[in-house]
Nanobody
Framework: QVQLVESGGGLVQAGGSLRLSCAASGIIFSVNRMGWYRQAPGKQRELVATITSGGSTNYADSVKGRFTISRDNAKNTVNLQMNSLKAEDTAVYYC???????????????WGQGTQVTVSS
């Protein structure tokens, strides 16, 4: 069974930085893409950043230039360096992985339980 575990959330002042990490464990054949999504109270979950196993990245416009996503394919780990944080970045951040547990199946999405990021203004 696949599990994703996030770490690194916390409370930080506006303008500060945090680094989130996520590790996927379990029976994994291959990972197509990993990334981060976030959900603020009363809002829908939204994409923050994703990265493929080949290193292609995608960022939400709201975080471009401030956040950097990276990965370690050997460890099935993804990180999110968040700089110049703003109050509007406050949300629960969820790790996501699109992966296969067996070669001849479709890849599917797995989700972590989330980690709280709170930015005080």
């Amino acid at each position: 069974q696949v599990q994703l575990v996030e770490s690194g959330g916390g409370l930080v002042q506006a303008g500060g930085s945090l680094r989130l990490s996520c590790a996927a464990s379990g029976i994994i054949f291959s990972v197509n893409r990993m990334g981060w999504y976030r959900q603020a109270p009363g809002k829908q979950r939204e994409l923050v950043a994703t990265i493929t196993s080949g290193g292609s990245t995608n960022y939400a416009d709201s975080v471009k230039g401030r956040f950097t996503i990276s990965r370690d394919n050997a460890k099935n780990t993804v990180n999110l360096q968040m700089n110049s944080l703003k109050a509007e970045d406050t949300a629960v951040y969820y790790c996501n992985a699109d992966l296969k547990t067996y070669r001849y199946t479709l890849s599917i999405d797995y989700w972590g339980q989330g980690t709280q990021v709170t930015v005080s203004s």
